[in-house]
């Protein structure tokens, strides 16, 4: 609509010049102009029911707060691009899933700033969202994407399982982060080609659970066709009846049967790759595989990795070119195309390749004893395709992207300081990139033990043809990527395209445009292809719900999986469908699994009862488990006169007497359940052991009843959401030890 565009003020702080929303570049200083289409929703008052229920009957004008040109329902244009947004000294509360959430940004939406004063917006707190799932309509106004229910009788077989599955492996997180009912509302769920996206979350209001989502899924099942509706029917079931317990369960069973329906497709891949000094560096510390020129294996599922030596390391370059063969040496055995392995196998094997090129970096650096500044070290960021499934892992600030015909979605995290704090729920990005080392890598290849590093894995379900690109900083800096993918990559998706030649004139815009560091750059073109009219019988995708393990291996969740490594063999999950509300609120306990085993053995053997009574003794846990804490008041804090002495309450309570308080440093011997808060009603996260935490408090009511709480944080930064509380019993059980000499990179509070 011609009379609806905005105007962009410059963001050249020395020109802001005035330009048309229709021009890419500045018209003066020729400084691109940078379009950032937000989508506004309005942060609820929890003392306020009525607040937000008008919201289709806000009209806000053309204009709001002053900087923001509206675009259409609920969506409007930052027309101050290069001003930062309006954003509070406090993360508010209700707001914190979405900072939390942020290793899933392809499916949930980040915040922005908010959209101005209430006083500007009729009393309105209107918060502004970035990536939502929006598009522009033929008639110029900006509308959301269509929602998966309008989409889903003319969606594939292949897509609609893989809806379904990118929905189940967002359940766990969503139910942690209490807004897992924004998964049971069709208005939120939209889709982008195959990628499910969340257009705003929403709190729950009493904890949700599978047989809830099996009724929801069940609106679907008139609309599938067979033979995925008889399959679906059964899921359903399954799920309301709680046969299918867990999360776990439910993405084995949709994942066997993706891979049922994604056998009759044909998968086609080209890569190319390609580094370069850049011009202003003396040498190359960057490397890739494929190497420049070299032409893949037919027998062989494609893989292709970055490497970028840690800037200022001395031996980067030997590090990257280390990383680079071992990690591809080691996967030899898991591209086989005769030889497929199962996923489970191929997450370990990707893990392990990394400890692999981490442990042969970090044994160099010893026997060369380099020390601090002087040791070698590498990021790495590496895509493997195996048919319909492709898994993306990195360490460090090399990053992924996956560009469809429908967008381009940043994969990959950075391990750096600033995107540390957004997903512990301490800061907001924009804020947390102007903050002191934003950019310091927090882990990479050789820089210390495997036992400290956390590579993330991400697995994509492959349904349309996508382009994968990995890069180094050298062309992802400045946002460079954002800013022509639409231009330079989309393109490719036309199998015409000549991929070499692409990488090629990619590398020249990282080293005209940016030019501050070597550039590496990888692309990985899939394209999808049905090779049969036919589809499995109804039966072989029934066949996938039977037998279903009873919990998954802890690195199954490959996004968040390093943060489970204990026994989940008997896990009571809050979201698996036996649970009800009581049971979501008692108080966190430490779970026991050897008891239920001993049981079992006695119910098989039918050992003698004296026997039995032995055994039962053995396996006891040693301390009864945590009755449930009373909530603490408002003002807890404060009311220090009713808190017992922080060093007298532990020491008192330990079987053999250990002088801990707060500041001091322990290392845990076993991974432990952390919780937010005392009070919480959300899931724990668990803390891997081998790992070294300092107490920041402690808390203990006067009341007999309650149990010892200590606030626990990481001594050395880790690239993952960790840090809480845990009862002084649970800490027991874990074993630990304390640490007189707290390591140089301790991040310890003054005490």
Known sequence: MEENLAKLYCPNPTCQAVNDERHEFCQVCRTPLPKRYLWATVLRDPDDSQLSRDWDDLDLGEVWGDRYWHKGDRVVLDTHPGNFPDLPEVVPPQLEAYLRLFPYRWHVPQLYGRAGAPSQLKGRSIWLLDEAPIRCGPSGVWILQPSLIEKWADASPLRQLNWLWQIARLWQPCCQEGVASSLLDYDRLRVEGSMVRLSHLAADDHPQTLKRLGRFWSRLIERTAPPVQAFLQQLCDRLSQGTIENENQLITALERAIQQVGDRYHYHNRVAARTDRG???????????????????????????????????????????????????????????????????????????????????????????????????????????????????????????????????????????ASREVRLGYAFYQEALQRPAAGSLIQALGMGSSNNLHPTTSHFVIDEDCICLLCSDGLSDYDRVERIWQREIQPLLNNGVNLHQAVSKLVDIANNQNGHDNVTISLLHLSVEKKSPTLPSSQDLLNSLEKLPRSLPPDRDETIGFLGDEDESDSSDP???????????????????????????????????????????????????????????????????????????????????TPIGVGDILRLDNPIDLYTNPTTTAPPRSFPSDNQVFIVETIRRADADSPQWLQLTPCTPLPFPVGGWVTLEDLKAAEFSQVEEPPPNCDRPDE
């Open 575 to 657: 979201t698996s469908a036996d649970l009800d509300t009581t049971e979501l609120r008692v108080a966190p306990t430490r779970r026991s699994y050897s008891l239920p085993i001993t049981l079992t053995l006695i119910l098989l053997a039918g050992l003698l009862a004296g026997l039995a009574y032995a055994l039962n003794q053995r396996n006891r846990p040693d301390q009864p488990e945590p009755p449930a804490p009373q909530p603490l008041s408002q003002d807890s804090s404060q009311d220090s006169s009713q808190d017992l002495p922080e060093d007298e309450g532990i020491a008192a309570q330990l079987q053999d007497p």
């Open 279 to 417: 011009p202003s560096r003396a040498r190359n510390e960057d490397a890739c595989y494929p190497v420049s020129g070299q032409r893949g294996v037919a027998e062989q599922y494609p893989l292709t990795l970055v490497c970028d030596g840690v800037g200022g390391h001395e031996g980067g370059d030997i590090a990257s070119n280390l990383a680079i063969h071992i990690v591809e040496q080691h996967l030899r055995p898991f591209r086989d195309r005769h030889r497929r392995p199962d996923r489970d196998r191929l997450l370990n094997g990707i893990q392990e390749a990394i400890f692999k090129a981490n442990d042969a970096i970090s044994d160099r650096n010893n026997q060369e004893q380099r020390h601090g500044r002087q040791r070698m070290g590498t990021t790495l960021v590496m895509a493997l395709a195996q048919k319909q499934d492709l898994y993306i892992s990195h360490i460090g600030d090399s990053r992924a992207y996956l560009i469809t015909r429908h967008n381009c979605y940043p994969i990959t995290i950075d391990d750096d300081v």
